[in-house]
C-alpha cells in the first residue's frame, strides 16, 4: 500500500524562491482535448490531447521578509511580479528524494489581498503555467 | 510562557492567579487562562494566537469595573518582550459582567486576542 503525502510537503519553488507565508498551495493540470469528427466515425466524436494546461493558487499571510531571507518572496515582490506579469522557472512538489515533483515555467497573473479589522491580512496569488511540465523525482 | 506574560503584566494593577483548580485569595483579585494557537505555514509556525480570559473578582460591582479598567490599560499596552514572549499586537475582544451566587462576588470576564512570535 502506498503513502498518503502530508500537505506541508508539497510546495512550489519559482527560480531558487518560495512565497513567504504560503499556507495553501493549489495546483490544477488538465489536458488540452482536441475534437474531431469524420464520416468515418459515423457521428461519434473523436478527441485527440493537444497539450496540456496548468494554473497555480497560492494563498499566504501577507508578509515582509528580513534583510537576511533573499530565499524568499515577499508581498512586494509578489505585487511587482504580478503586474508585470512576471515569468519564472518553477518546480511544484516535494523536496525529499524520491519525492514526485512538476516542473516548468509559470507566469505571475494576479494577486489578491485581504485584511480585516481584526486578523492578519492573507494574498491569494494567481499563475499560470507556460509551455509544457516536466514530470520528475527527486534524486532520480 | 504567553500566560505568564499576562500575569505578571496583570499583576501590576491586581493580583493575579492562573486558572488552575479553585482560587483561594483575597478580593480583588484576576483569574486568568490563556489557549494558544500556532499560525502554520509550509515553513514552520510564524507566531501564536493567544486568546486571553482575565476575570476580576470582587464583593462590589464598582470595585470590579474600577479594576477592569485598570487590567484594561496594562493589557492593551503590552509590548516588546515579556518574560521571554515577544508580543506582537493586543486586540481587545468583549467582556462580561456577571454575579455569582455561590461566593456573593460580582465578575467581568474580560478577553484579548494577543498575538506574539513566540510561545
Redesign the interface.
Given at each position: 500500500m502506498g503513502n498518503k503525502v502530508l500537505g506541508y510537503n508539497i510546495g512550489l519553488k519559482l527560480g531558487t524562491k518560495k512565497i513567504l507565508g504560503t499556507t495553501q498551495d493549489n495546483f490544477k493540470i488538465e489536458g488540452v482535448r482536441k475534437e474531431s469528427i469524420m464520416k468515418a466515425d459515423a457521428g461519434i466524436k473523436q478527441y485527440d490531447n493537444d497539450g496540456s494546461r496548468a494554473s497555480f493558487s497560492v494563498t499566504a499571510f501577507v508578509m515582509k521578509k528580513a534583510v537576511a531571507e533573499a530565499d524568499v518572496m515577499d508581498i512586494q515582490d509578489i505585487r511587482q511580479a504580478c503586474a508585470q506579469n512576471s515569468q519564472a522557472a518553477f518546480v511544484y512538489g516535494g523536496e525529499a528524494a524520491g519525492d514526485y515533483t512538476v516542473s516548468g515555467n509559470a507566469m505571475f497573473l494576479s494577486c489578491a489581498e485581504t485584511s480585516d479589522s481584526e486578523n492578519y491580512a492573507t494574498v491569494t496569488i494567481e499563475l499560470e503555467m507556460i509551455g509544457d511540465p516536466v514530470f520528475g523525482t527527486v534524486g532520480a | 510562557m504567553i500566560l505568564q506574560a499576562v500575569i505578571s503584566t496583570v499583576k501590576k494593577v491586581i493580583d493575579a492567579y492562573p486558572i488552575i483548580g479553585d482560587i483561594e485569595a483575597v478580593t480583588p483579585f484576576a483569574a486568568i487562562d490563556v489557549k494558544q494557537k500556532p499560525?502554520?505555514?509550509?515553513?514552520g509556525i510564524?507566531g501564536y494566537s493567544n486568546t486571553a480570559e482575565i476575570i476580576i473578582v470582587h464583593q462590589g460591582l464598582s470595585v470590579v469595573m474600577q479594576k477592569s479598567e485598570e487590567v484594561k490599560t496594562v493589557v492593551a499596552a503590552m509590548a516588546g518582550t515579556i518574560d521571554q514572549t515577544e508580543i506582537e499586537n493586543v486586540?481587545f475582544i468583549e467582556e462580561e459582567q456577571s454575579f455569582d451566587e455561590k461566593s456573593q462576588c460580582y465578575i467581568n470576564l474580560i478577553q484579548y486576542?494577543i498575538?506574539s512570535k513566540n510561545q
Open positions: - | 499560525f502554520f505555514t509550509k515553513n510564524c486586540r486576542q498575538n
